[in-house]
């Protein structure tokens, strides 16, 4: 599986038509009618915002690259956030890798979730986010805030040891 974003350099409209028709098809209509329509309305130079990203998860088929799920992110997540995955790839850790390469593409990230949504609760703390508040969506229903940071690489270095210095404070 590779993840990758979508090259504004190749045919955009040809892309971005067959991108917006992989999520109509695979993810709810009425969770995602804004987000849907502000991704249908962006430009090559909005996905170049700092904070928006469009990631594609393709698998080699017989006939080339396949497209297996699909993720898009505007403003770390809280102007929108969508996500969909092909029904044949569900349960194969696409989801996952998508919503981790969106964490560390863009340093940290928020979704809402309705609480019957348990499939995608489940992909969302698998891949790192953490649950922070409770909200009433305008038509009544609860939704869980979720947020994540991209994990910090830096790694302590050691101190080194002068010579004849004992590596052991207490030795047994």
Not at 58 to 63: F, I, P, V, W
Not at 66 to 84: E, H, R, T
């Given at each position: 599986m590779q993840i990758s974003s979508l090259s504004p350099q190749d045919d955009w409209n040809r892309q971005h038509a067959r991108v917006l028709r992989f999520l109509f098809d695979h993810v709810g209509i009425r969770s995602m009618r804004e987000d849907y329509l502000r991704l249908a309305r962006a430009t090559e130079q909005e996905l170049q915002a700092p904070?928006?990203?469009?990631?594609?998860?393709?698998?080699?088929?017989?006939?080339?690259?396949?497209?297996?799920?699909?993720?898009?992110?505007?403003?770390?997540?809280?102007?929108?956030?969508?996500?969909?995955?092909?029904?044949?790839?569900?349960r194969k850790g696409v989801g996952c890798a998508l919503l981790k390469a969106q964490l560390d593409r863009l340093g940290s990230l928020e979704c809402r979730a309705g609480l019957n949504q348990v499939p995608f609760l489940g992909l969302c703390f698998k891949a790192g986010l953490i649950a922070s508040s409770l909200a009433m969506a305008s038509t009544g229903r609860t939704l869980l805030r979720l947020e994540g940071n991209a994990p910090k690489t830096d790694r302590r270095i050691a101190a080194p040891t002068k010579e004849g210095e004992r590596l052991c404070r207490f030795p047994s």
């Open positions: 904070g928006t990203s469009l990631l594609l998860a393709t698998l080699r088929g017989e006939a080339g690259p396949v497209l297996a799920g699909a993720s898009f992110v505007a403003g770390y997540g809280k102007d929108a956030f969508l996500i969909a995955v092909h029904p044949l790839y569900r």
